[in-house]
């Protein structure tokens, strides 16, 4: 009998039925956890079959949450480590910045080519009469540089993964990096490791929009750099997000802050 592996969705339902009444679906997914024995029959007093979590049900969510943990902690960490890089260097850095960005409808845009409409390609090509979309941006960090100057801003987002799962379902939303797009003039991908520290990732699976940051060896290496494209000042609503957040503060001032000065 072939092994049914446990994956996102199986954790999903259980997490379903353990917070309902537990009635049955009776679908393929159901049938797949009963054999494994993570859900099991009951039968009410009143005659109705309902579904309830066994303990090696409950003992799955307890792992699989315990794994979710840990990915946002590798994830946040890595975050924090590019963020902080970029405070030091002189940028302006803010970490989880949420705004509107207006972007291409891709779904509504011409595809006389019959381009499949998850291209990047396609996406970049689109005509700009092409009608437009609000797209919610949140970049894991964004930053522009410490300047007066609005021409010289050059701001830059990274995008942070520290999953493959998480890689490639990102890389399957061509309009949000072209919101990311379009609200800097770089765009980097920040690939972490997995369990036995190889990269989760490799520059070639990236549209070439973006560049390829690697974290080797706690050391985060390029291994595709991102095309630059010039920008006019920041859209309103750009800065409007930036006035509400807060950036992330540099490693000196921190020390600076500690000795009271």
Not at 39 to 52: I, K, M, N, S
Not at 251 to 257: P, S
Request: with cysteine.
């Amino acid at each position: 009998m072939t092994e049914v592996p446990i994956k996102r969705r199986h954790h999903q339902r259980l997490r379903d039925v353990y917070r309902s009444a537990g009635w049955p679906s009776l679908d393929a997914l159901e049938v797949e956890l009963l054999a494994k024995g993570l859900l099991a029959r009951v039968h009410t007093p009143t005659g109705f079959e309902v579904l309830r979590v066994t303990d090696a049900g409950i003992a799955e969510l307890a792992a699989a949450h315990l794994g979710n943990v840990q990915a946002r902690s590798a994830h946040e960490q890595l975050v924090e480590k590019v963020a902080r890089n970029l405070a030091d260097s002189g940028r302006i850095a803010w970490r989880g910045l949420s705004v509107l960005a207006k972007v291409p409808d891709i779904a509504k845009a011409p595809n006389p080519a019959n381009t499949s409409t998850e291209s990047s390609e396609f996406s970049k090509e689109l005509p700009p009469e092409a009608e437009r979309c609000w797209v919610n941006a949140c970049p894991d960090v964004f930053s522009i540089r410490n300047t007066t100057v609005p021409a010289y801003l050059a701001p830059v987002v990274h995008e942070i993964k520290v999953s493959r799962a998480d890689l490639l379902g990102d890389l399957k939303k061509p309009s949000k990096r072209a919101a990311y797009l379009d609200m800097a003039s770089e765009c980097w991908y920040v690939l972490g490791t997995n369990a036995k520290g190889k990269a989760i990732g490799k520059a070639n699976e990236v549209p070439d929009e973006c560049g390829v940051l690697i974290l080797e060896d706690g050391v985060l290496n390029v291994a595709r750099a991102a095309p630059h494209r010039r920008m006019g000042t920041l859209p309103l609503y750009l800065w409007m997000a930036l006035a509400k957040a807060t950036p992330s503060p540099r490693e000196q001032a921190i020390v600076q802050g500690i000795l009271g000065g």
